[in-house]
Nanobody, 125 residues
């Protein structure tokens, strides 16, 4: 069974930075694309970033381009989300997720079968 555990959330002022981490259990971590999503109160869960199995390819939502960076360390079964220039609109619960199928590159939450419990990010103005 795959388990994902996020950490690194917290309260930060506008313009600040946070680094989220997500540790995955299991031996096949490097075979799957991984993603970050977020969900703000009263809103649907939305795609934030995606990284390929090797880490060589990434994709971002338009609203985070140039501010957030996704990375992974397959030796540690971990992905990261470095978030810079945060603003109050970034306030949300952030989730990491593993693609359901190896070889896929999903930006929709429907493409992910395993999710972490989420970590709260709050940006004050």
């Amino acid at each position: 069974q795959v388990q994902l555990v996020e950490s690194g959330g917290g309260l930060v002022q506008t313009g600040g930075s946070l680094r989220l981490s997500c540790v995955a259990s299991g031996r096949t971590f490097s075979n799957y694309a991984m993603g970050w999503f977020r969900q703000a109160p009263g809103k649907e869960r939305e795609f934030v970033a995606l990284i390929s199995t090797s880490g060589g390819n990434t994709r971002y939502a338009d609203f985070v381009k140039g501010r957030f960076t996704i990375s992974r360390d397959n030796a540690k079964n971990t992905i990261y989300l470095q978030m810079n220039s945060l603003n109050p609109e970034d306030t949300a619960v952030y989730y990491c997720a593993r693609a359901t199928y190896s070889g896929t590159w999903p930006t929709s939450s429907n493409g992910y079968g395993y999710w972490g419990q989420g970590t709260q990010v709050t940006v004050s103005s």
